[in-house]
């Protein structure tokens, strides 16, 4: 079964460093692309990047660009999204979903992350 | 930076009612770069429809997809309790993925 699974929820605070995971399974990671999801509470959809693996090859918004660094390990076949100095602003959920072409076909199950002094 | 608007922004519909579900991009945008996810509550999205008008591997012909340029609509012919949810669409080019605001379905 082709599926994305994601770390559990954090807390933590401002200033606080943060890693959050994504394992495929059941497919070549290598061969797809992973984007990053956010979603703030009760708000919609926005994109924060993509990473291929194969190369770590990132495209990012430009809105969040320097708010977020996306990593792989390709022989474990996760997905990182880091921060380096959480804000409030921050808390949100995120999710990883696997890239084919102009769409994302797979989701992990979100990654709740709440940043509170 | 292609910008979507959705509308509306709430339907509320009965079982077994037909739900049409609008999405605009600010510019001409090619179909192939247009999609829809589902979100049901306290759940991650899924796509629905890709390219415009394909449906993604599992989901019922209930679901359709159609639309052009700049205008395209997502249509939930006989509506099944279980399709309660907000309804996304989603563009993926120029380097960038942009969603709309999304579209939330109650079910009567």
């Known amino acids: 079964e082709v599926q994305l699974v994601q770390s559990g929820a954090e807390v933590k605070k401002p200033g606080e460093s943060l890693r959050i995971s994504c394992q495929a399974s059941?497919?070549?990671?290598?061969?797809?692309?992973i984007g990053w999801v956010r979603q703030m509470p009760g708000q919609g959809l926005e994109w924060l990047g993509i990473i291929f693996p194969d190369d770590s090859e990132t495209k990012s918004n430009p809105s969040f660009q320097g708010r977020v660094v996306f990593s792989v390990d390709k022989s474990l076949s996760i997905a990182y999204l880091h921060w380096n100095n959480l804000e409030a602003s921050d808390s949100a959920t995120y999710y990883c979903?696997?890239?084919?072409?102009?769409?994302?076909?797979?989701w992990g199950q979100g990654t709740t992350v709440i940043v509170s002094s | 930076e292609v910008l979507l608007t959705q509308s509306p922004g709430t339907v509320s519909l009965s079982p077994g009612e037909r739900a049409t579900l609008s999405c605009r991009a600010s510019?001409?945008?090619?179909?192939?770069?247009l999609a829809w996810y589902q979100q049901k509550p306290g759940q991650a999205p899924r796509l629905l429809i890709y390219g415009a008008s394909s449906r993604a591997a599992g989901i019922p012909d209930r679901f359709s997809g159609s639309g052009s340029e700049t205008d395209f609509t997502l249509t939930i012919s006989r509506l099944e309790p279980e399709d309660v949810g907000v309804y996304h669409c989603?563009?993926?080019?120029?380097?960038?993925?942009?969603f709309g605001p999304g579209t939330k379905l109650e079910i009567k």
């Open positions: 979903a696997r890239s084919v072409t102009t769409s994302f076909d797979i």
């Open positions: 059941g497919y070549s990671f290598s061969s797809y692309y």
């Open positions: 989603q563009h993926y080019g120029f380097s960038r993925v942009t």
């Open positions: 510019q001409r945008v090619s179909r192939s770069y």
